[in-house]
T-cell receptor
Framework: DGGITQSPKYLFRKEGQNVTLSCEQNLNHDAMYWYRQDPGQGLRLIYY???????QKGDIAEGYSVSREKKESFPLTVTSAQKNPTAFYLC?????????????FGSGTRLTVV | GNSVTQMEGPVTLSEEAFLTINCTYTATGYPSLFWYVQYPGEGLQLLLK?????DKGSNKGFEATYRKETTSFHLEKGSVQVSDSAVYFC????????????FGQGTTLQVKP
């Protein structure tokens, strides 16, 4: 079955360390997105990519980095510069220009800084 | 810029009660509107959508009508079940071509037997 796989489901990081969250899709979608979810808040866009080798900052990109070397993969790195990284991270995808059909979301990665 | 505002939660209802979750939006042009649902510990699932004024989206007994005159997209269900307990997000995609989905803050629904 087609879908989006995020791994790991739970991740613990020590302060000062970088950590990379994986997002893989086999839906042949062009566009991929990373959102951050905090309790009592909606989802906030971190980065998005509409084609391979191209990506744009979202509303809260500071302290994060991404790459899009393959259509299927859009990893997110949470760097030590991110001041408050503990959150639930969601990856999503859609066909480029077809967001009106809705996004497909992964099941998320919960990152905790210890 | 574009934005979405949802009613504050949590909402607690008894089984078979009527549900309304209010959602209003601010956007230029003609956005597409969505309701997503998130069950505990999971990602989001598309519940329903509407892409133009006066469209009604419906799924699993939930309905929402795109009201441009009041810039609203309220979610309704006539008889909720315990299994409907989840967080509900209203969202929009603006008429630009970036495809960015903008979310409201989410409303937690708890249905008691």
């Amino acid at each position: 079955d087609g879908g989006i796989t995020q791994s790991p489901k739970y991740l613990f990081r020590k302060e000062g360390q970088n950590v990379t969250l994986s997002c893989e899709q086999n839906l042949n979608h062009d566009a991929m997105y990373w959102y951050r979810q905090d309790p009592g808040q909606g989802l906030r866009l971190i980065y998005y990519s509409q084609i391979v080798n191209d990506f744009q900052k979202g509303d809260i990109a500071e302290g994060y980095s991404v790459s899009r070397e393959k259509k299927e993969s859009f990893p997110l790195t949470v760097t030590s510069a991110q001041k408050n990284p503990t959150a639930f991270y969601l990856c999503a995808s859609t066909h480029r220009g077809q967001g009106n059909y809705g996004y497909t979301f992964g099941s998320g990665t919960r990152l905790t800084v210890v | 810029g574009n934005s979405v505002t949802q009613m504050e939660g949590p909402v607690t209802l008894s089984e078979e009660a009527f549900l309304t979750i209010n959602c209003t939006y601010t956007a230029t042009g003609y956005p597409s509107l969505f309701w997503y649902v998130q069950y505990p510990g999971e990602g989001l699932q598309l519940l329903l959508k509407a892409t133009k004024a006066d469209d009604k989206g419906s799924n699993k007994g939930f309905e929402a009508t795109y009201r441009k005159e009041t810039t609203s997209f309220h979610l309704e269900k006539g008889s909720v079940q315990v299994s409907d307990s989840a967080v509900y997000f209203c969202a929009l995609i603006g008429s630009s071509n970036t495809g960015k989905l903008i979310f409201g803050q989410g409303t937690t629904l708890q249905v008691k037997p």
